[in-house]
């Protein structure tokens, strides 16, 4: 025997079975097999020693024979250990059975303190049989099982000892590793079968939950069973979330979620758990405000910040549909760089992310009202138009909360820092509304950081607002710099604001209007119709400077899509601060105040009495002032005549009779129409016999008699050349000199003149290009110089003098060969030489020809009229007689086109 077991152990020899185990287990602290592995070896084979000589000792015996008899006995041990190793397994599946013992920890500390009873061989044989028996067991808990684990040191020794059984083991060892999911003590008052069947419910809940699909884990919690459910917070924890998970109402879990956060000493993150909880419960449960509340405080509170949005955008969607496109851009969060950073300037712009984009893609835009629809379109849209959110703009005039709050994101894009800082200074008294304000104003301080510190933003404005009118603007943010700069100040511009006249001035010299963003119309209406946007109220008053706003907006509205406006401003009911002598005042009383139906009725009782409404009547569908405006190629006669007939006859009813003639002459210009013409002018001319004579000779000669009252039909010299074109016009081989061309489209354009007459003008122009592009395209000889023999070819100046000349030299070829002036000869050159040079002058007069009635004849009865032709410049373009003879210009031009990338201002 080691006589030094009795010094590791502490104690004097002895035989007294309990000191020796209360020496040992004293001692067991200070010899850990974790931290000491041979430490607690030694002390092991010390206590075994010890307890050895209690049982084999007598007091007589010396040392050497207790010696001696301790070998015997190890000897002669083999079959006991075995007995002793089975009693172990035994006490196991016993501790395992008893449904009141199984999960209480104490007891499996027991257990392992019982190990102190054996020898370290009987432990070290038996270890891995515990090991398969905790692994075959069912419903085993994994917290007391790692007492076993832990003492017998299985992780450890599993390598070294039982390597081919790692793959076995390994998963179970690291499920004792992570312990219980709940205190299983807590059903220690249950029976064994009770214990099983609640625990099979629990684990394959917390299976579905883990790797099924909520419609799964709802279909199975939904089922109808009996389990006894522990009052542990830990797996009441986990039962509320897999609830909330399948989306399963239940207010008992509500209740239990309410009574932990009224603990008080709380966890601060089981705080936010059980909020989580109560906040989905709630709303399971339908009770709108309580769950709105919790959302509202885990959002807040930066936890769950991402679920509570989710939850707080389904609230929305459930109890304030109409604000959950607002509560989306709201909650949009882009991380971009500080303004003053080194890096790309191109991530400083603020912009929705991808979150909020795919959020606002699962909306229906058919859900909701047009304003809110269109401020849909425009989120979504790439390059954030303006036009496409007038209509919420307009109709936000101080009564309808809801379209106040969207005014305010549309500010966020569209806003100057005066409407930017409105928003900063809104307030509610409504817990939604101030959430919904608080992430826009903190959107809008990064917006107001953007365009007042950003360094391009500002070197744009100093070259706006540069008083030299002939200040070149930087090279950086010319059209032909594809690069930041010019997006920095695209953005900028698309935030209306108040222009000075020398700012307006240089956007109209270096852009273009499509450029210009929310001051394409100012520019426009600045320039080209004379029209300035009044002077802005004081900054101050935040509501005058909105209806400012507000108005040069409806400006903008009415003249971008008139009947969507109008429509609107009819149906709300819209009320503006419209200055007296505001050029749109007429049409917005006509738009609030007549009786009108439709689009058409209300077209018919517009007055054009101004260049801001004709401009925006141009965009009113199937309006003349849209005719007025189109490409004299794309007007469709036909489309003209269903228009007079069904849509414009109030809108020409007061017009002048013989104006309403000349029109239906223009459009009933074919032979075949005669009849329908003749009829149509006679309902016009009605009972008035000085009428009904006009009307006659319209139908009949498409002109008019010579004597009748001029100035009582207001029949002046514009409408006489009107007249006289549509007569040369009606024949398909009719066409308008330059002059005549530029005539029409001055007198189209012209907003003084009566609206019939412009039209006249419009369709004039159309029937011009229509004649040319036929007598373009008709299969005519092509005209050359030379061919002195064509009666129906056509003479430039060249050819026309090549052919006079050809004429002179046969003269001196007959003077200074052929003496005699009477033979046949002579008389042969002589009518050659006339022959020709009537020839010419028909060919140079084919080359004036544009259709006019009786234009041989008074180009020959009046000479000064016809030494002009010859040598005035012929038609540029193709006549009844073909194509214009090409000169070698012509054709170099026609090799050599002209550069087609130069830019001029649009009108």
Same mark, same amino acid.
């Not at 070149?472 to 032909?480: A, D, W």
């Not at 010299?509 to 499509?514: C, E, I, K, P, S």
């Given at each position: 025997m080691n006589e030094k077991c009795w010094q590791l152990l502490g104690i004097e020899k002895t035989t007294d079975k309990t000191v020796i185990r209360q020496a040992y287990r004293a001692k067991l602290p200070q010899y850990h097999p974790e931290t000491d592995p041979d430490g607690f070896k030694a002390l092991r084979e010390a206590y075994e020693d010890a307890m050895q000589y209690a049982d084999y000792s007598e007091t007589t015996i010396d040392t050497s024979r207790l010696e001696l008899q301790i070998d015997h006995n190890v000897t002669q041990s083999l079959s006991e250990e075995e007995l002793q190793a089975n009693e172990i397994c035994q006490n196991y599946q016993s501790l395992l059975a008893d449904p009141k013992r199984c999960y209480d920890i104490n007891q499996w500390h027991q257990f392992v303190a019982s190990f102190y009873d054996y020898s370290m061989t009987v432990i070290d044989s038996v270890k891995w049989q515990l090991l398969e028996i905790s692994y075959s067991a069912n419903h085993l808990s994994l917290s007391c099982t790692k007492v076993l684990a832990d003492n017998l040191r299985w992780r450890q020794q599993l390598m070294t000892q039982l390597p081919d059984q790692i793959d076995r083991y390994d998963d179970f060892l690291n499920q004792i590793e992570q312990g219980d999911y709940f205190n299983y003590a807590t059903l220690s008052t249950i029976s064994k079968t009770f214990q099983s069947v609640t625990l099979d419910y629990l684990d394959f809940a917390k299976w579905i939950f883990w790797e099924r699909s909520a419609g799964e884990l709802d279909y199975f919690l939904s089922q109808d069973t009996v389990i006894y459910l522990p009052n542990d917070e830990d797996l009441m924890l986990q039962y509320a979330n897999w609830h909330c998970y399948a989306k399963q109402a239940n207010s008992a879990i509500l209740d239990y979620a309410l009574s932990q956060l009224a603990l008080t000493g709380l966890e601060p993150h089981l705080i936010i758990e059980w909020k989580y909880i109560v906040a989905q419960q709630y709303t399971l449960l339908e009770d709108k405000d309580n769950s709105l509340k919790y959302w509202l405080e885990l959002y807040n509170s930066k936890n769950y910040q991402g679920k509570s949005a989710g939850w707080i955008i389904y609230w929305c969607s459930v109890y304030a549909k109409d604000h959950l496109p607002l509560l989306i851009v709201a909650l949009n969060r882009f991380a971009s760089l500080p303004t003053n950073t080194t890096e790309d300037l191109n991530y400083t712009i603020p912009r929705f992310s991808a979150t909020t984009i795919t959020r606002l893609v699962k909306l229906n835009k058919d859900d909701y009202p047009p304003e809110i629809a269109d401020f849909i379109d425009w989120a979504l849209a790439e390059n954030w138009n303006y036009r496409q959110i007038l209509l919420p703009l307009l109709n936000d005039d101080g009564s309808n909360r809801l379209l106040h709050l969207y005014r305010h994101a549309i500010m966020l894009r569209h806003g100057d820092e005066i409407l930017l800082q409105e928003i900063l200074e809104e307030k509610s008294d409504n817990a939604f509304e101030l959430f919904i304000i608080q992430n826009l104003q903190r959107q809008a301080k990064q917006y107001l950081e953007w365009i007042t510190k950003l360094k391009p933003i500002q070197q744009f404005k100093t070259w706006?607002?540069?008083?030299?009118?002939? +200040?070149?603007?930087? %090279?950086?943010?010319?059209?032909?710099?594809?690069?930041?700069?010019?997006?920095? +100040? !695209?953005?900028?511009?698309? !935030?209306? !604001? @108040?222009?000075?006249? %020398? +700012?307006?001035? @240089?956007?109209?010299?270096?852009?273009?209007?499509?450029?210009?963003?929310?001051?394409?119309?100012?520019?426009f209406f600045s320039f080209n119709l004379d029209y300035d946007f009044p002077n802005p109220p004081y900054a101050n008053d935040r509501d005058a400077y909105w209806q400012w706003y507000r108005y040069c907006m409806l400006v903008i509205a009415l003249a971008s899509d008139p009947v969507k406006i109008a429509t609107s401003i009819k149906q709300n009911n819209s009320t503006f601060n419209i200055p007296n002598d505001s050029p749109i005042l007429s049409i917005v009383n006509t738009i609030k105040h007549s009786n009108w139906q439709n689009e058409n009725q209300l077209y018919n009782e517009i007055e054009n009495d101004n260049r801001i409404v004709n401009s925006i009547l141009i965009n009113y569908p199937n309006s003349i002032e849209s005719v007025l405006d189109d490409d004299p190629e794309r007007i469709d006669f036909y489309d003209i005549q269903q228009n007079i007939a069904q849509l414009w006859q109030l809108k020409l009813a007061n017009h002048e009779p013989i104006y309403l003639m000349l029109l239906l002459t223009i459009l009933l210009y074919k032979s075949s129409q005669t009849e329908k013409l003749h009829k149509i002018l006679g309902k016009i001319a009605d009972d008035s016999k000085e009428l009904q004579i006009i009307a006659d000779r319209f139908a009949k000669h498409r002109n008019i008699p010579f004597t009748f009252d001029r100035k009582k039909y207001h029949y002046s010299e514009s409408v006489d050349k009107l007249k006289k074109l549509a007569d040369r016009l009606s024949h398909s081989y009719g066409v308008c000199s330059e002059d005549e061309v530029q005539m029409l489209i001055t007198f189209k354009i012209n907003g003084d003149n009566d609206l019939v007459l412009r039209l006249c003008a419009a369709l004039l122009l159309a029937k011009d290009a229509d004649n040319k592009n036929e007598l373009t395209s008709a299969p005519i000889p092509i005209n050359k110089a030379c061919q002195f023999w064509r009666w129906n070819g056509r003479a430039n100046q060249i050819a026309f003098l090549l052919q006079l000349f050809f004429s002179f030299c046969l003269y001196r070829f007959n003077k200074i060969f052929i003496v005699s002036n009477e033979n046949t000869i002579t008389i042969i050159f002589v009518a050659i030489i006339l022959i020709n040079t009537i020839f010419a002058i028909k060919r140079r007069l084919n080359d004036h020809y544009n259709g006019e009635r009786f234009f041989f004849l008074k180009r020959i009865t009046n000479l000064p009229l016809f030494f002009y032709s010859c040598y005035r410049q012929g038609l540029p373009y193709a006549n009844r007689y073909g194509m214009p003879i090409k000169s070698k210009k012509d054709k170099v031009l026609t090799q050599n086109p002209p550069d087609s990338t130069d830019k001029s201002k649009g009108d």
């Open positions: 706006l607002y540069d008083n030299d009118e002939d +200040a070149s603007i930087p %090279v950086e943010f010319s059209l032909e710099e594809e690069n930041n700069d010019f997006i920095f +100040a !695209r953005f900028w511009l698309d !935030r209306f !604001r @108040h222009l000075p006249l %020398v +700012a307006k001035l @240089h956007l109209y010299n270096y852009l273009d209007y499509f450029q210009m963003e929310m001051f394409d119309w100012m520019i």
